[in-house]
């Protein structure tokens, strides 16, 4: 089993929930339900795994929570 970290965000023209998997190429999806959205980037992450395992262009480190005065 691997566990691959997602960013997920919401599409303004869509509505729709966008995921990525940072640093792997093609690891990309969309779905209306956070649940849809991970049912598709499983799909699409063993999919790619069929050719071996990837060369990720970088790891997942966090998210950071910048604050900017207004």
Do not use: K, W
Request: net charge negative; glycine share 10%.
């Amino acid at each position: 089993m691997r566990t691959y970290s997602a960013v997920i965000e919401r599409c303004s023209e869509t509505g729709l929930l966008v995921g990525h998997v940072p640093g792997f190429p093609g690891a990309h999806s969309q779905g209306a339900t956070l649940d849809e959205l991970q049912a598709n980037l499983q799909e699409v992450i063993a999919m790619l795994l069929e050719d071996g395992e990837p060369s990720l262009e970088s790891d997942f480190v966090g998210l950071q929570q910048i604050v900017v005065p207004a």
